[in-house]
């Protein structure tokens, strides 16, 4: 259809067709209406060339439409005249047929006489439910009327000021919306025409509206224009109950909580049991009225369009299929810039556990994964591009400027255009362009499991220098940075076999401050399986560097760097033995202290050797592996430069030249022996140019190791040594205690720890090890990274071990449910077996096991079934309901006792272990055999304490449970049982 | 895996909500086609298949959720119908059917929010209406479900709110360990509260995460983790997304020993207006560590923390159009 009808003053209508200048012509050439190419008609011209319907009063034409349902039949709505209809229909097929004049006049029926007002406004025409057709058409102010057509003459009259841009919406068949003249949009049903089911302000402003109209593409949606505005509001309007609003508001009035509890309780079975009370009734009272079920719309959402330049003139809804969550509006302003704007609709997210993101778009629902890269759609653009080019598509403005002598005032009328079915949307991802991005440029390849990967920007210095082997780091990758998010990585971590095994672990993760940490945790861990951690009478298993240097007993927490250190618990060792030690060839020298005890831990404790010949095989080793740069530096470290000299020496020729000058150096310097020459720092010749020669060498290095070498012979100062961040800290705090004075060291190894505490690098744990302060520093990682799975590992080895800590028993509880989210039960399972050896073992070593784990198994009364341990409330455990549990473990115990009567005391012993290990891989607890004698004499339990019957007898010797004999194991460990958990 | 899986939620209108459940191999949708359709994950093709397919409610179904798998496969879903409805699914003939076990129906007011509570807490269920209403319910029997009782009521602001203002949403406190705590967003009050019991249960308004410039449409407390602190992020029809940061306030709660409504200090730690446009929907990860959010721009953001702990935009989703009208 390109016809177009005009109505002008004289009450006549003009048939134009627009798809050629030359008018009136029946070819179908299909050539679209194309807003860029625009044509003026002069309508002046030609009017006698067009095919016309003429009123028979000469009056104005306020209005024409054509009917949609019937697109023959055109309305027009004309002011109003005496003895004149002034709304006509016309079939233009009829009059094309018959040439112009003829004229088919349908009668509106003849309430249209009794209107006041004559017909203006807008007039619309619209199919209702079965073919009927019905024009509609406003009178004046107060009247919107609906007429169906032809042959029924049965109106439907609305009194109402809502009596503007009335449009139906092409969803509902019984639903139209209109609007008054000061912003208020009203919605109707015709069912129920009394009374709008809908009515809503546009705006604070009463301003009138230009236009409404209903989207054809998607159902509730109303896009509305008010006058002088430059943008359009746009209101989504849903289904809401099909109860009237007045029955609710009487249910408000009834609505009380209490009579809700009681029937909800006393409403016994039923399938929809809540489906009750005065809610129910009133549902009932509602359907047996004879109201047709009229839905009650409620206005959900509303929205604003980007604002236009100049004020909107018209608007209209982009027919055509942009996408499923995307409608577009297409309006005018004031200036004739035709903009289209597309409106999306909010997807909706949610993300899969694993670290997958589902993304709902319109019906599509897209799922990012986590696992690997996207090879295909997601990378290809370059990044700025795709971001650009969305934004542009995001909202696009055609510049569209239409002649200067053409103003439209009007309607922009709807492009009918079925005939494109668009490419169903694609989905892209895209980092925003100039965003220098946390993850995106400077990623670290990694290979295995890492999770320092979250810092990769600021540590690629760091990580990629350590140790064997320099990593440059990797190409950056652009992807969704999904895949290295921590929650991805920790479950691949599990997967891997994570686990609290450090040695494992330190093969899984990739180099790294990670890596150092778990090369820490195995260094401790051997010393303490060792019982080398002992000093005195402290034992300093995985304790740091700085409780060790403190001296602090196994749970003291760490004095803060700024208060003076207490001496006084610091197991003294004479300075003859020091001077003892010394003497032992074999044996590296470290710089003389008071603390030589404490410093070897330590330095056993960074992984530093302590003998001459263990630290040749390690070098030798590294010489073997080619990296000639670690081995020197290694020995160097160690203070020993004749063997770093001798490594340089057997590398390439930079490294020969530089064995040169450590050997010059070395010949310098006054002492004969290394370890003379390297302490005596001060008596270095004071050679300036030496001097800033090696400094400045030093910094062209990019090799650490190199750089520290030479950062210490320009100064002799070990202290610039520990300057060099990029070095491993357990290289920094193996030089620091071997070389730095007492009071240095302290002073170096407490404000390094505090600083790495306070950051949080996990690495810092050589210094803190896993005491409270470690705690802290752990906690603090967490924080930043959000990796519970390391800190969870790592503390459970010594945590419930050694001392207590709430945090790492949430930790622990809360990588537990993170496993079991994950579906990862065996790997829960594991470690949850592995906590329990951790734990059996410190029962071994005579920590009890009791204090560290909650009581599993209780006995109960036969009759009252309370626990037979006083005012018992067991802390933690909570049933389903939230309310406290009374009694676990079933009564198993109280059976288990009297039926085996006299059964020795490991019956009960084994039950309670099988059981503790049943309720999460918890050890035994520790519920020595032989306690029981001392507890007969307070604590007779004959009579349950809350009932006061008597306990169950011995089936062999029927004494009451709990009448304490002499050397009766199986009540001795009864009895105890009964304390235990009263204690509790 | 690793191409974007994509399927058609062949729902006849637009989505509302998407969830999945506790593992992740479940996902329900709602819509204003009245549906709810589960899906279940394929691992060996990798796809997600749809389940079954119902009509949940007489209107549009607004919000889903999964309760913890250890009470069953149990939905619960809330709709402009003004009630709440629990799912349950049951196997007849090795078929799978979801039931209705209970309808909630005392609000007055579209049901704008429903989540259940951690699982920690029991069988529970927030809701939230239109009324600025949350109600608590709770599963008497885990094993029936038919019977649910409101244990807990209380309004977020003062008086019921108005229609297009009255846009409330809640989100449960995960911690196991500490008190049950919520947040919600309190329609034209314009800012989001926490709610926790008090000594006397009753649940109070506490901490006020304020400075917003338009109604809250979304609130989302991310998992703990382990953290010393909470995070909580919010979704502003001012276009602006936020994150709350929630420490102790160790001078306050812990000193006097007794309850205290100020249990945290809250700052705002980032502010985002990249959607220049309403946002609805924040959403944390499992470990807290990503937030995506969304908004009417069409684009799903994603915001992750930097190593100094800034917050940045981590990269744009879009569902991309395709070529549309009007380039031709």
């Known amino acids: ?984 | 895996m690793n191409q974007v899986t994509k399927f058609d939620g062949s729902h006849e209108d637009l989505i509302h909500d998407v969830a999945f459940n506790y593992y992740g191999n479940r996902l329900a949708t709602c819509s204003s086609d009245q549906k709810i359709k589960v899906w279940d994950y394929n691992e060996s093709d990798g796809i997600w298949e749809s389940s079954s397919a119902f009509k949940a409610h007489s209107c549009a179904v607004l919000k889903t959720s999964w309760a913890h798998p250890e009470y069953g496969q149990v939905l619960a879903s809330c709709s402009f119908d003004r009630s709440v409805i629990v799912w349950e699914e049951s196997y007849h003939d090795a078929a799978k059917k979801w039931t209705a076990v209970a309808t909630l129906r005392d609000g007055n007011g579209t049901v704008q929010d429903v989540e259940f509570a951690p699982n920690h807490l029991g069988l529970r269920l927030a809701i939230v209406a239109a009324d600025g209403l949350v109600k608590i319910y709770e599963a008497m029997d885990v094993t029936s479900l038919a019977h649910w009782t409101m244990i807990d009521s209380f309004a977020v602001g003062e008086g019921p709110s108005k229609d297009e203002e009255g846009n409330h949403c809640l989100s449960w406190c995960t911690s196991k360990f500490t008190t049950q705590m919520m947040v919600v967003g309190c329609a034209k009050d314009h800012v989001a509260k926490i709610f926790r019991q008090d000594p006397n249960n009753k649940w109070q308004a506490c901490e006020i995460l304020g400075g917003h410039g338009g109604v809250v449409h979304d609130v989302s407390w991310a998992p703990n983790m382990g953290r010393s602190y909470h995070l909580i992020a919010t979704a502003c029809k001012d276009g602006h997304v936020r994150i709350f940061k929630l420490t102790d306030d160790n001078q306050g709660g812990a000193m006097s020993g007794g309850w205290t409504r100020k249990l945290f200090i809250v700052t705002c730690i980032a502010d985002f207006a990249d959607h220049n446009a309403e946002v609805w929907r924040v959403e944390w990860n499992v470990t807290g560590t990503i937030l995506s959010s969304s908004g009417d721009d069409g684009k799903v953001r994603l915001w992750k923390a930097t190593y100094t702990g800034d917050w940045k935009c981590m990269s744009v989703v879009s569902a991309e159009d395709g070529p549309n009208a009007f380039q031709r």
Request: charged residues 20%; aromatic residues 6%.
């Open chain 1, 1 to 984: 259809m390109d016809l177009t009808a005009v109505g002008l003053t004289t009450g006549r209508t003009l048939l134009i067709r627009m798809h050629r200048s030359e008018p009136w012509i029946f070819e179908e050439k299909g050539n679209d209406f194309r807003p860029d190419t625009p044509r003026q008609v002069s309508i002046a011209q030609n009017q006698r060339t067009y095919p016309s319907f003429s009123a028979r009063h000469s009056r104005a034409c306020n209005v024409v439409a054509f009917s949609k349902g019937c697109p023959n039949l055109l309305a027009v709505g004309l002011d109003k005249v005496r003895n004149d209809y002034c709304l006509m229909v016309w079939d233009i097929e009829q009059a094309m047929s018959s040439s112009r004049g003829t004229e088919s006049n349908y009668a509106p029926s003849g309430s249209i006489n009794g209107g006041s007002r004559s017909a203006s406004g807008s007039l619309q025409t619209s199919r209702f439910g079965r073919t009927t057709e019905i024009a509609e058409s406003y009178f004046g102010k107060d009247f919107a009327k609906g007429y169906e057509d032809p042959n029924s003459p049965s109106s439907m009259v609305i009194s109402t000021k809502a009596v503007h841009g009335l449009c139906m919406d092409p969803f509902n068949d019984n639903r139209m919306a209109s609007c008054t003249d000061d912003g208020n949009i009203s919605i109707w049903d015709i069912r129920k025409p009394t009374q709008a089911i809908l009515s809503f302000d546009t705006g604070p402003q009463k301003a009138p509206l230009v236009r409404i109209q209903f989207n054809p593409q998607r159902s509730g949606l109303i896009a509305s224009l008010t006058k002088d505005a430059p943008c359009l509001k746009v209101w989504d309007i849903q289904e809401g109950t099909v109860r009237a609003p007045r029955s609710v508001s009487r249910m408000d009035s009834n609505h009380n909580l209490d009579s809700n509890m009681q029937q909800g309780s006393g409403n016994a079975g039923g399938i929809l049991s809540r489906s009750h009370d005065r809610d129910g009734l009133q549902t009932v009272r509602e359907s047996e009225s004879d109201e047709p079920e009229i839905g009650i719309p409620i206005l959900w959402k509303s929205r604003r369009t980007k604002p236009s330049s100049k004020s909107l003139q018209s608007f209209a809804w982009i027919p055509t299929f942009v996408s499923n969550s995307t409608s577009g509006l297409i309006s005018i302003n004031k200036e004739s810039l035709i903009e289209t704007t597309l409106l999306k609709e909010t997807s909706q997210i949610a993300w899969e556990p694993r670290g997958a993101l589902a993304v709902s778009d319109g019906n599509i629902i897209s799922c990012f994964p986590s696992r690997r890269p996207s090879d295909g759609t997601t990378t290809e653009p370059a990044p700025q591009i795709a971001f650009s080019e969305m934004r542009k598509r995001n909202s696009k403005v055609i510049n569209l400027q239409l002649p200067a002598n053409r103003k439209l005032n009007g309607e922009v009328g709807n492009a009918s255009d079925t005939g494109s079915f668009n490419q169903p949307p694609s989905i892209s991802i895209m980092l925003p362009a100039g965003l220098p991005g946390p993850l995106g440029t400077e990623g670290v390849k990694v290979s295995g499991v890492t999770s320092s990967h979250v810092d990769a920007n600021r540590r690629t210095s760091l990580t990629a220098v350590v140790n064997n082997g320099w990593i440059p780091p990797a190409a950056s990758q652009i992807d969704t940075g999904l895949e290295q998010d921590i929650s991805v990585i920790m479950r691949e971590g599990a997967i891997k076999g994570y686990c609290m095994d450090a040695a494992i672990n330190m093969n899984l993760v990739g180099p790294g401050t990670l890596k150092d940490f778990w090369a820490w945790m195995l260094r401790a861990e051997k010393i303490a399986q060792k019982d080398g951690a002992r000093i005195g009478k402290f034992d300093f298993s995985y304790q740091g560097v700085l409780p060790v240097l403190l001296g602090n007993g196994v749970s003291r927490r760490s004095t803060p760097s700024g208060t003076p250190r207490s001496m006084s618990s610091i197991p003294r060792i004479s300075s003859d033995l020091s001077s003892q030690l010394l003497k032992q060839g074999d044996e590296i020298p470290i710089v003389p202290t008071l603390k030589l005890a404490q410093r070897k831990l330590g330095l056993k404790l960074c992984g530093s050797e302590l003998y001459r010949s263990e630290l040749k095989e390690t070098v030798e080793r590294l010489e073997g592996e080619g990296s000639y740069e670690v081995a020197a530096g290694w020995a160097f470290f160690h203070g020993e430069l004749d063997l770093a000299i001798g490594v340089l020496s057997r590398g390439d020729d930079k490294l020969k030249l530089m064995s040169i000058i450590v050997a010059g150096f070395n010949r310098n310097s006054t002492s004969g022996t290394t370890l003379g020459g390297l302490s005596g720092a001060n008596e270095k010749p004071s050679n300036s140019a030496w001097r800033a020669q090696c400094r400045s060498h030093s910094q062209e290095q990019s090799n650490p190791y190199i750089r520290a070498i030479f950062s210490y012979i320009s100064s002799g100062d070990w202290r610039d040594v520990l300057e060099e961040k990029s070095l491993t800290l357990a290289d920094r705090v193996g030089v620091a205690l071997r070389f730095l004075s007492d009071d240095e060291l302290m002073a170096y190894i407490q404000s390094t720890a505090e600083s790495l505490t306070n950051s949080g690098e996990i690495d810092g744990i050589i210094l803190t090890g896993l005491t409270e302060a470690g705690v802290d520093l752990l906690t603090n990682y967490v924080n930043r990274t959000g990796d519970i799975q390391t800190v969870t590992l790592a503390s459970s080895v010594a945590i419930p071990r050694y001392f207590k800590d709430i945090r790492v028993d949430e930790w622990v509880d809360i990588y537990r449910d993170l496993l079991d989210r994950w579906q990862l039960f065996y790997t829960r399972a594991r470690f949850d077996i592995a906590r329990g050896r951790s734990l059996q073992q410190s029962t071994q070593s005579g920590v009890s096991a009791a204090d560290m784990t909650p009581t599993q198994i209780y006995v109960r009364c036969n009759f009252c079934n309370q626990s037979i341990a006083r005012n018992l409330l067991i802390p933690g455990v909570r049933g389903r309901d939230g309310r406290r549990l009374i009694v676990t473990g079933g009564g198993g115990p109280g059976t288990g006792v009297s039926g085996a009567g006299h059964g020795n005391a490991l019956h009960g012993h084994d039950k309670q272990g099988s059981m503790g290990g049943a309720g999460g891989g918890v050890a035994v607890p520790g519920v020595a055999p032989g306690t029981g004698g001392g507890a007969s004499s307070s604590n007779k339990a004959v009579v349950c304490p809350s009932c006061s019957k008597p306990l169950p007898r011995c089936a062999i010797c029927l004494l009451h449970l709990g009448v304490p004999t002499e050397g009766n194991s199986a009540l001795g460990a009864w009895s105890s049982l009964g304390n235990k958990t009263s204690g509790e």
